[in-house]
């Protein structure tokens, strides 16, 4: 499967760029549906309102008719930070439609197409361009093989509190640079993120998952943090050489869990 999105891909690099505008006005509709639904918490963590989203059928449609808008758009003539909303708001989109389908109680890990799944990332979801996809296709396929590896952790979110903020607006090429440093800053100053204990550095397990978007050890690990560290972080990080620990909690991102 590797190969042929690399083969895909290389075909697709081949084909003329589309407007910024033109591929910015097909996210209207997902701008409009985390207006509705996504609550900015106090505490740094934005939640979806699934349950309400699930009652509304209207609403359902449209995000239904959002996902099949991306999967019939060439998304093959778009530059590559047009390119990267695309996939970026694509992926969000399409976890948030299967927890509002599967309604998982705790996690979405408890999605589990196969009695061997461990989570629903690896099942074709959507086709675009003729390739069906899943999840992990376009998070890790596409995303992580295509773009800047380390940034599009802060991009996607897998519904879970651990997770970087799923974004309270659509991505946009034209300002993808700054909103994706601003959505690593809240992360990584994010108790979530990173904190300091008596014990040592404790960072999100998502720095272990994928380390080697991270040079590939603890040291990268550490000199990325520093990048987007605020001061008072930032000198609590500088003074360890190592990572104690990570963590991550795999609960449902849900307002409901939340209030």
């Not at 690593?184 to 998952?209: C, E, F, K, M, Q």
Request: hydrophobic share 40%.
């Amino acid at each position: 499967m590797k190969a042929f999105i690399a083969t895909w891909l290389l075909a697709c690099s081949l084909v003329l760029p589309a407007s910024s505008q033109a591929q910015s006005d097909i996210h209207q509709p997902w701008d409009s549906l985390l207006r509705a639904y996504l609550v900015e918490g106090a505490d740094g963590i934005n939640r979806f309102d699934y349950r309400g989203l699930r009652a509304n059928d209207a609403d359902r449609e449209a995000l239904n008719a959002y996902i099949g808008s991306l999967e019939r758009f060439p998304v093959s003539t778009l530059e590559p930070d047009d390119a990267f909303a695309f996939w970026a708001n694509l992926y969000n989109a399409v976890t948030v439609r299967l927890i509002v389908d599967e309604a998982p109680e705790r996690s979405i890990r408890q999605i589990r197409p196969r009695p061997w799944s461990i989570g629903p990332w690896g099942v074709n979801r959507v086709e675009v361009e003729g390739q069906a996809l899943s999840l992990d296709d376009m998070e890790h396929g596409i995303l992580r093989e295509r773009f800047e590896a380390p940034l599009v952790h802060y991009a996607v979110n897998c519904a879970s509190i651990g997770c970087p903020n799923l974004k309270p607006t659509a991505w946009r090429g034209d300002t993808l640079s700054m909103d994706l440093e601003t959505a690593a800053r809240a992360y990584i100053n994010h108790p979530r993120g990173v904190r300091v204990t008596g014990d040592g550095l404790v960072a999100s397990r998502i720095y272990d998952w994928f380390k080697e978007d991270f040079g590939g050890a603890d040291a990268g690990v550490i000199a990325h943090l520093l990048e987007y560290a605020d001061p008072d972080l930032e000198s609590l990080i500088r003074a360890q050489q190592t990572i104690h620990a990570y963590e991550y909690d795999w609960s449902l991102n849900d307002l409901e869990a939340g209030r």
